[in-house]
């Protein structure tokens, strides 16, 4: 069983859609929770950070963690034809970036 | 935000010949810069994580000599394919932040498609 384990996708919605994203992990010493947005042929980019369990909004997106069931989600509010990338989950006990455990990441397409 | 930039941004080369992918942080200080592979549909794979004028660390089951890393200045670090195999054939990724933890954000740059024939 793989630590981070993320469905692939593709998943495919609506523009103005809600977009609901999600890992699930097997260490619960993860403490730090993160989703970054990889466009294609480029770079991932840090969406959203969040340290422990609960709840982080910024602008449209939300991030989500339940440790307890070992599940963290991201939100999509409004979702536009540019949130059209793939999103990886990641994750980490701490001990900074070199010890982060990434998804496999789940293509998106908002379609117009 | 900060700009990383990396070159070349594909190569092709052939078997046995070495290829150098440089990774470039255009406006910041980059103390710490961490380099990653990524196969097709498979996770970001961390390969190793260079601090400036120190030799790098290598994560488990990373061949330290085939892949060679550089952190010569606070703004470049270099990775070397030697002797490249098809097996090498990846999408390269760099970043790089002010330190490795999380306080300091880090800044991927685009990465680097290697393919060897």
């Known amino acids: 069983q793989k630590e981070v384990e993320q469905d692939p996708g593709p998943l495919s919605v609506p523009e103005g859609a809600i977009v609901s994203l999600n890992c699930t992990y097997s260490?619960?010493?993860?403490?730090?929770f993160m989703w970054y947005r990889q466009y294609s042929r480029k770079g991932p980019e840090l969406l959203m950070y969040?340290?422990?369990?609960g709840n982080k909004e910024d602008g449209r997106f939300t991030a989500q963690v339940d440790k307890s069931s070992k599940y963290i989600s991201l939100f999509i509010r409004d979702s536009q034809p540019s949130d059209s990338a793939t999103y990886l989950c990641?994750?980490?006990?701490?001990?900074?970036?070199?010890?982060?455990?990434f998804g496999t990441g789940t293509k998106l397409q908002v379609i117009p | 935000g900060a700009v990383v930039s990396q070159h070349p941004s594909w190569v092709i080369c052939k078997s046995g010949t070495s290829v150098k992918i440089e990774c470039r942080s255009l406006?910041?200080?980059?103390?710490?810069m961490f380099w990653y592979r990524q196969f097709p549909k498979q996770s970001l794979m961390l390969m190793a994580t260079?601090?400036?004028?120190?030799?790098?660390?290598?994560e488990q089951g990373v061949e330290k000599d085939k892949f060679l890393i550089n952190h010569a200045s606070l703004t470049l670090s270099t990775l070397t394919v030697t002797s490249a195999h098809p097996e090498d054939s990846s999408f390269y990724i760099c970043?790089?932040?002010?330190?490795?933890?999380?306080?300091?954000?880090?800044?991927f740059g685009p990465g680097t498609r290697l393919t060897v024939l």
């Open positions: 260490n619960s010493a993860f403490q730090y």
């Open positions: 406006d910041f200080q980059a103390t710490t």
């Open positions: 990641a994750m980490s006990e701490g001990g900074g970036y070199q010890k982060v455990t």
């Open positions: 969040t340290y422990s369990s």
């Open positions: 970043s790089a932040s002010v330190s490795s933890g999380f306080s300091d954000t880090q800044y």
């Open positions: 260079s601090n400036e004028g120190s030799k790098a660390t290598y």
